[in-house]
């Protein structure tokens, strides 16, 4: 069965740097477009990134643009998400997702999930 195993989460101070890491296994990866999530508490999830199945195209959400770099290794069947300059508000649930078909900025359009990987961005 398909797993995706975040990973690299943790506590850190503002202006502070995190990598996240998401390992597939159970999927041809590099036929899938990959996206990252957060959820912060009481709030929707939200995408902040996707990356086409070869890594040509990118997309992020207007909080994170500039600061976050999505990335992947198909050889590693890895999927990553730089962090600089992190925010309080950046603090979240971080989840990494396969969707059915192309980027969707819905939860509806993805078919698999990470459990996520907490985030804390202290002042």
């Known amino acids: 069965q398909v797993q995706l195993v975040e990973s690299g989460g943790g506590s850190v101070q503002a202006g502070g740097s995190l990598r996240l890491s998401c390992t597939a296994s159970?999927?041809?990866?590099?036929?899938?477009?990959m996206a990252w999530f957060r959820q912060a508490p009481g709030k929707e999830r939200e995408r902040i990134s996707c990356i086409s199945a070869r890594g040509g195209y990118t997309r992020y959400a207007d909080s994170v643009k500039g600061r976050f770099t999505i990335s992947r290794d198909n050889a590693k069947n890895t999927l990553y998400v730089q962090m600089n300059s992190l925010k309080p508000e950046d603090t979240a649930m971080y989840y990494c997702?396969?969707?059915?078909?192309?980027?969707?900025?819905?939860?509806?359009?993805?078919?698999?999930w990470g459990q996520g990987t907490q985030v804390t961005v202290s002042s």
């Open positions: 159970g999927l041809t990866f590099d036929d899938y477009a």
């Open positions: 997702a396969v969707p059915y078909d192309y980027c969707s900025g819905s939860t509806l359009g993805y078919k698999y």
